[in-house]
């Protein structure tokens, strides 16, 4: 096994603190930052000019003109939530805010400028509005974060080997932990903070093949690090190795804490960061991996206890058919069975509307001599502890790490691909999803149909009340597994924002101002280029003195996190390699 430290990330910072540089964007990672009330900040005006010319296609509700949010951006009006994205928005600097250089350059409101059909333009004021506001977030980053005491990479480490030590001795060797301590010392807000618990408790029972839910347990004051057990959800020892072996963070840090975690439990990193598992642990290969996927469709029927074959001869299986489903591009089936552990459901997708395609055509299927020819299918299942997995198949029964976008479409991934599971995990936010039958109704009263069919299609297509409740069902059972877990199932909802599995994925493939990777590598906040002075004002011996307040460049490096600032100890630290 091959134990990777920081050296990019670490070259970055220092690239960026000897350039003065006011920020520096590196994909996959993401620290954000509790900048207080951007209205506080001259926001009124801004707030008045998205309003007029970018609400209408990113801000969800009722002034919404498209179905849906475009490029699932739907909150533009929420300035305190985009100002946390740095995606969007950097404090301080506008030139270099994606959101103010798409205005600027006349790429967006895209209605206005490429599609040529809107009331009225940005003014020359609209414009300046948006600069002045993101110009003055910059005075409030540093006063928002100023009560905070970052948690040293020693605490973190003590913390975790104490609770290891608190454990029953059968539980030590499998006690895990998840922090989350990097994003509480960038000052992350509050509420931003609970959405990454919420994410990280979720993946890991969507990862579980244990009957019972994990529930929350955070081991420090300030809820940074959630621990769990391998036990608690079915993983073997080599799962944590897989996990382990493709983390980019594993630094071993000096002192006994983490000599004693590390003895204890087997292994030399019992902790990763949260944002990096929900990226890697939400998409192949690992996701296949720790649930044990297998690699054909008719070795996940025999597994998970099902013969579609056999349940669509017996007309046990229910089904509904629609042309539109918001995912797939054409008309799309979905299909029950029942399971020892709740349901399982699987889709049959198209890539083309010819006759064979259409299921207003050939609505039975797959098997038989008039039956439809789809292209690949996405099946959804119970877990035993009641949360959901997710597959993705050719119409042969491969499996998939993507869905190919002439079949399906995901808006929020950077790629537009349907990707198993992130994907999954945001579009099913509540579980299973209500969808109206097309096809029932529309085989019964065309005579044209031959009766042998319209009967089949009668036995195998629910009525709409039933695959109503059906779909009620195994939704609130989905439900009912995440209130055990503790988690709010509210939070996830679109009404309140993003799916929190999504939420912390995506803070691992955000961008990165200078102030995110000075903490990310261990300098103080105080450390920043701004306030340093320029080399000809410092003192004499003052770099000497500055590399050793600011940067341990022998010490410790974290796995997780920033570490605070002292001298450099006598010993260097020891790379995982």
């Known amino acids: 096994m ?12 220092v690239l960026c603190m000897a350039a003065g540089l006011g920020q520096c964007r590196r994909r996959r990672d993401d620290g954000r930052e509790r900048r207080g009330d951007p209205r506080r900040s001259g926001g009124a005006p801004a707030l008045n000019a998205l309003d007029k010319h970018c609400a209408r296609c990113h801000q969800a509700g009722p002034a919404l003109k498209r179905q849906k949010p475009a490029k699932n951006f739907g909150n533009v009006l929420r300035l305190d939530e985009i100002a946390r994205d740095p995606d969007l928005i950097l404090p301080g600097n506008p030139d270099g805010s994606g959101l103010f ?61 104490d609770d290891i030590a608190a454990q029953d001795a059968s539980r030590r060797p499998g006690m895990r932990y998840v922090t989350l301590t990097h994003f509480y010392n960038a000052c992350a807000s509050n509420e931003d903070m609970v959405r990454y618990r919420q994410g990280v408790v979720k993946l890991l029972n969507s990862l579980s093949r244990n009957s019972v839910v994990l529930k929350m347990r955070t081991i420090d004051p300030n809820a940074t690090i959630i621990a769990f057990n391998l036990d608690d959800l079915d993983w073997r020892k080599e799962a944590w190795a897989r996990i382990a072996g493709g983390y980019p963070y594993g630094m071993e840090p000096e002192g006994m804490a983490y000599d004693t975690a590390t003895s204890t439990t087997g292994t030399k990193l019992p902790w990763v960061r949260g944002d990096w598992l929900a990226f890697a642990a939400s998409r192949p290969p690992l996701y296949y991996d720790l649930l044990r996927l297998p690699e054909t469709f008719a070795e996940l029927e025999r597994e998970e206890g099902v013969d579609v074959k056999a349940n669509l001869e017996a007309f046990l299986a229910r089904r509904a058919g629609f042309q539109k489903s918001g995912v797939s591009k054409h008309n799309r089936l979905i299909e029950r069975h029942p399971i020892p552990t709740g349901y399982f459901w699987t889709s049959y997708d198209f890539k083309g509307d010819a006759s064979a395609q259409s299921l207003f055509v050939h609505p039975l299927g797959p098997y038989g001599a008039d039956a439809f020819q789809h292209d690949g299918g996405e099946t959804i299942f119970s877990l035993p502890n009641g949360f959901q997995a997710y597959y993705l198949n050719t119409a042969e029964g491969e499996r998939l790490r993507k869905g190919p976008t002439e079949i399906v479409l995901d808006d929020s991934q950077r790629d537009r691909a349907v990707t198993n599971a992130i994907s999954c995990f945001g579009c099913h936010n509540q579980g299973i999803r209500q969808a109206s039958d097309d096809i029932r109704e529309h085989v019964l009263h065309d005579k044209s149909f031959p009766m042998s069919v319209r009967r089949q299609v009668e036995a195998l297509y629910a009525p709409q009340a039933e695959m109503k409740e059906l779909l009620a069902s195994d939704a609130a059972r989905f439900r009912k597994a995440m209130l055990r877990a503790g988690l709010d199932p509210d939070l996830d909802s679109q009404a309140e924002g993003v799916e929190s599995i999504n939420f912390l994925s995506r803070a691992y493939e955000k961008s990165v101002d200078l102030r995110i990777a000075a903490a990310s590598t261990g300098f103080r906040r105080t450390c920043w280029p701004k306030a340093w002075p320029k080399p000809a004002a410092r003192p004499a011996g003052s770099s000497a003195a500055w590399s050793r307040a600011c940067y341990r460049a022998k010490s410790s490096r974290p796995s997780s996190g920033i570490w605070s600032p002292r001298s450099p100890p006598a010993s260097p630290s020891r790379s995982l390699r």
């Open 101 to 161: 250089i798409q205005i600027a350059k006349k790429d967006m409101p895209y209605d206005c400028y490429q599609e040529f059909d809107c009331d009225a333009e940005p003014t020359a004021n609209d414009v300046k509005a948006v600069y002045d506001w993101i110009k003055g977030l910059g005075d409030t980053v540093e006063a928002a974060c100023g009560n905070r005491v970052p948690i040293d990479t020693g605490a973190m480490v003590s913390a975790i080997a």
């Open 2 to 13: 091959r134990w990777r430290s920081m050296p990019a990330l670490l070259a970055l910072a």
